[in-house]
């Protein structure tokens, strides 16, 4: 089977020739940030099937990796950085920390919750990762200098400022 996509230029053909309201509606960029955002999150997820991780485990390693040592915050704050649900949230810690990737140390100012911990197994497996996901952002931009690479960038943070304020 292909798994050639239609492309974008070729949905918006279809568009003009049959349905030539959605053609006026749609904006085009629009069309070609969500299939970049496709194709990119499948090879990630591929990439990180090699390493026996979710996106989603990825994202919160990569968080925990981000904070000041000793790469630790509330689960309230992984859940945030996160957008998930809290139910899923828990699913998550569990599959971590089964894994041995974070551990769930009690917080000093409340001794009844828990906080969450980069394992020193966690913080080893997600600065491996550092070069791979370089690599798939390098390779997804290849076709761009390093001056239209900055340009987009302002693009799309002026795009999305009114959602990140």
């Known amino acids: 089977m292909d798994d050639k996509r239609t492309t974008v230029d070729e949905l918006r053909r279809q568009q003009l020739d049959n349905w030539p309201e959605m053609y006026e509606a749609a904006e085009p960029t629009v069309l070609r940030i969500l299939r970049a955002s496709d194709v990119f999150m499948k090879q990630t997820t591929a990439e990180l099937q090699n390493y026996k991780l979710s996106r989603a485990e990825f994202d919160a390693l990569a968080t925990l990796r981000r904070q000041s040592s000793p790469h630790r915050i509330t689960p309230t704050e ?4 996160l ?14 920390e089964s894994a041995k990737l974070i551990s769930r140390p009690a917080s000093p100012e409340d001794g009844r919750s828990l906080l969450v911990q980069l394992s020193s197994k966690g913080k080893e497996l997600i600065e491996t990762l550092v070069a791979p996901m ?3 952002h ?4 290849r076709n761009l200098s390093a001056n239209e690479r900055a340009h987009l960038d302002r693009l799309l943070k002026k795009m999305m400022a009114d959602s990140e304020s």
């Open 78 to 81: 992984l859940c945030k950085a």
């Open 83 to 96: 957008l998930i649900s809290s139910g899923g949230l828990t699913k998550l810690l569990h599959r971590l």
């Open 134 to 136: 370089g690599q798939l």
């Open 138 to 141: 390098a390779n997804r931009m």
